[in-house]
């Protein structure tokens, strides 16, 4: 299986302030076609997990455009511009490259 | 607009065996490249795939559950079935079913609410 990891495991966010969430694959997420299929949920508390973005960098529907998400590979980052009290709880990246996807550990983000 | 439900036992015995639907609507899984998959979270856990089936009936289950796993669909009815034997403890966790869009590589783009299940005698 793919291993994924995340750092850092948690961050605390002033309401304004920016925030990086780093994602690294244990293999490459390339595909043959050119794409790279990398993805970010966030999971809100007591909420089921909803996609931020798919293929590295494309904003799911409905995202705000604060959320953006880059990389190539296997490393990985998900930026927050500016956090809203709306934007905590966990973060998650996962890969789709090859069954079983596979999620990371996961960053809880806390507003301070 | 796209819905996802789960539904099933709330509470099951040690080595009996968990049944859960999910019931969804918006999209059809007979539409080439669909899919519908199941991700478990324990408690206080991160998200763990489990199984996945597709518009033409294939099939992927995680590799440590495949004995235990049996994933089915009912197109007429826009439902996806999953099955899991031998129920430990362990398995003790939320369940949700997401839709795995229709394109290449697997995006899960829309989840249900998720159904606790708690194994416990």
């Known amino acids: 299986d793919i291993v994924m990891t995340q750092t850092p495991l948690s961050l605390s966010v002033t309401p304004g302030q920016p925030a990086s969430i780093s994602c690294k694959s244990s293999?490459?997420?390339?595909?043959?076609?050119?794409?790279?299929?990398m993805y970010w949920y966030l999971q809100k508390p007591g909420q089921s997990p909803e996609l931020l973005i798919y293929e590295v960098s494309s904003r799911f529907s409905g995202v705000p455009d604060r959320f953006s998400g880059s990389g190539s590979g296997t490393d990985f980052t998900l930026k927050i511009s500016r956090v809203e009290a709306e934007d905590a709880g966990v973060y998650y990246c996962m890969q789709g490259i090859q069954l079983p996807s596979t999620f990371g550990p996961g960053t809880t983000v806390d507003i301070k | 607009q796209i819905t996802m439900k789960e539904s099933g036992p709330t509470l099951v015995k040690p080595t009996q065996t968990l049944t859960l639907t999910c019931t969804f609507s918006?999209?059809?899984?007979?539409?080439?490249?669909?899919?519908v998959g199941w991700i478990r979270q324990p408690p206080g856990k991160a998200l763990e795939w489990l199984a996945l089936?597709?518009?033409?009936?294939?099939?992927g289950y995680r590799p440590s559950l495949t004995s235990r796993l049996t994933i089915t669909k009912d197109t007429s009815k826009n439902q996806v079935v999953l099955t899991m034997t031998n129920m430990d403890p362990v398995d003790t966790a939320t369940y949700y079913c997401?839709?795995?869009?229709?394109?290449?590589?697997?995006?899960?783009?829309?989840w249900g609410p998720g159904t606790v299940v708690t194994v416990s005698s």
């Open positions: 089936i597709y518009w033409n009936d294939d099939k």
């Open positions: 997401a839709r795995r869009a229709p394109v290449v590589g697997q995006r899960l783009d829309y």
């Open positions: 293999q490459s997420l390339l595909w043959g076609d050119g794409k790279t299929y």
């Open positions: 918006g999209f059809s899984l007979s539409t080439s490249g669909m899919g």
